[in-house]
């Protein structure tokens, strides 16, 4: 809690969404957190690295997760499946037949988009327009599309009916609607035919269900218990911006919970109240930026779906979905296997195959909810800044040690305490410049503590602590600056 002082040191900047993207964008390149990949070949689209600080935080959040996964539940191991895998598995699991988009091309332009985006972003114009009646009738008609013998045919009528241009060209010279797999294909050894298909894997999930039986045996796991995965994805999207939302490699963490069938309801409300509280509780994001969206039409594996969103700069969007799979997968995989996929119940003998609670999230897009979240403008004591409000646990850089003056034993004392806490934690030195720039150099990056040496340092052994967010200090021994990290980071 912020005293009245405090307060008055620190007063906040109001933004508008808008302009705060691309300030992250801005900020995520300059500070090392993003760049676009391949740069210097104008890079490739919807394609990121991760830089310095960007990879310190993407391995925080994914740290966290795997630890509050798999160290809090006695019931849930990991794995590291590979990407690539037997194409029966992706026949399995329906993705070579259904896992596809409704794509139109501009025939002038040579552009192609997403036909079900062009109608929805029409509907989205014709009710911010105000024009209700228009936004019912193409909402419904839109509706009927998606349910028609030739949904292809139908999108297609609706776009050439409503004369719906492209948003970026002004352009609609429209081909006909086509059904486009969203799975990258490559060949596999050194013929390339069509026997050597092998795809880059769209989900991480099917690695859990083909291995249920050997992760169950080895580690001896009874009913109900977890798998869990963080991995690479590759879904080949038409991607409409928004830096890292949609990419089309992009790292996933998912868990899959096998269940006894008819006790999924209580494990999926048991996961959903679970896995939305981890958001608040472990990463900080504000409560309020999360809301709940419950899928009326549900994907072909599941009876029951609910999204976790978070109120982006751009709009409420999917961070992390909750699925109820059924016995889906592991029926599909018995079936193109010939592999028994059944559980027996050592105590009653029962047999069946289990149902699956899936909890998927999206690791890249949590990363730009955290940072969507953090990013704050202000002033300290009148003078603007700008504060990454990062949770000390997700922050890249924990701590930040500053001698006042390079000169007279203040920069090898800073130097012997940074050298100290390295082991433990990830700790920036830094006499470059006024102490005030050093400071703001690491509010940018989300640093919770500066800890700065001083003359006082030298003769009393303590150092003083600096808040990010209050701007407020304290001084403490030096011979418990460890023990006061361990103690904000757990
Ligand atoms: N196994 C279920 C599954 O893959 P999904 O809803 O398609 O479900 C789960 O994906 C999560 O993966 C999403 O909530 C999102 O966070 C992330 N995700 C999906 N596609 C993505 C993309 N193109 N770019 C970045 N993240 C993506």
């Avoid at 403008?377 to 003056?405: C, N, W, Y």
Wanted: charged share 30%.
């Amino acid at each position: 809690m912020m005293s009245n002082s405090e307060q008055k040191r620190v007063q906040s900047v109001i933004l508008p969404p808008d302009k705060v993207m691309h300030k992250l964008v801005s900020l995520a390149k300059r500070r090392g957190f993003i760049f676009p990949s391949s740069e210097i070949y104008e890079g490739l689209s919807s394609c990121f690295d991760y830089g310095p600080l960007g990879s310190e935080l993407k391995k925080n959040i994914k740290e966290l997760w795997w630890n509050s996964m798999t160290r809090r539940h006695q019931n849930i191991v990991g794995i590291d499946a590979s990407i690539m895998m037997n194409p029966r598995v992706w026949e399995a699991s329906g993705h070579v037949s259904s896992f596809n988009d409704p794509m139109i091309d501009d025939k002038t332009t040579k552009r192609r988009y997403r036909a079900d985006h062009l109608i929805e972003n029409h509907i989205e114009k014709l009710r911010r327009d105000g024009k209700e009646a228009d936004t019912l009738r193409v909402q419904g008609t839109y509706e009927a599309a998606g349910g028609a013998k030739d949904s292809n045919r139908a999108l297609y009528e609706l776009i050439v009916a409503e004369g719906i241009k492209a948003q970026d060209t002004g352009s609609g010279d429209w081909t006909e609607v086509r059904q486009f797999n969203l799975m990258f294909q490559c060949n596999m050894g050194a013929v390339a035919d069509t026997a050597s298909i092998v795809y880059l894997r769209p989900e991480t999930a099917q690695g859990i269900f083909v291995n249920f039986h050997n992760v169950r045996e080895s580690s001896r796991m009874k009913v109900p218990f977890g798998i869990a995965q963080i991995g690479k994805a590759f879904r080949n999207e038409i991607v409409k911006g928004n830096f890292i939302f949609r990419m089309v490699e992009f790292e996933q963490m998912e868990m899959q919970y096998f269940v006894k069938p008819g006790t999924q309801g209580e494990a999926f409300e048991a996961w959903r109240e679970e896995r939305f509280n981890w958001y608040t509780n472990s990463l900080g994001i504000t409560r309020e930026k999360l809301h709940w969206y419950k899928h009326d039409k549900l994907a072909h594996y599941a009876d029951l779906a609910y999204d976790i969103k978070f109120e982006f700069p751009f709009g409420i969007e999917e961070i992390e979905g909750i699925h109820s799979r059924t016995d889906f997968d592991l029926k599909q995989h018995q079936e193109f296997s010939g592999k028994n996929m059944e559980y027996i119940d050592q105590l009653t003998n029962e047999r069946y195959l289990p149902y699956v609670v899936e909890t998927s999230a999206g690791c890249d897009r949590l990363f730009l909810a955290l940072l969507a979240d953090a990013y704050t403008e202000d002033t300290v004591d009148g003078e603007e800044r700008v504060v990454l409000r990062l949770s000390p646990k997700v922050a890249p850089v924990k701590a930040a040690v500053l001698p006042l003056m390079k000169k007279g034993g203040m920069g090898e004392a800073a130097l012997k305490l940074r050298d100290e806490l390295a082991t433990d934690f990830l700790v920036q030195y830094d006499d470059a410049g006024s102490i005030g720039k050093r400071y703001r150099r690491q509010d940018e990056i989300g640093t919770p503590f500066c800890i700065t040496v001083d003359h006082q340092s030298l003769e009393e052994n303590t150092v003083t602590v600096r808040y990010r967010d209050t701007a407020v200090q304290e001084r403490i021994d030096i011979s418990r600056v460890r023990e006061f990290l361990g103690a904000k980071l757990v």
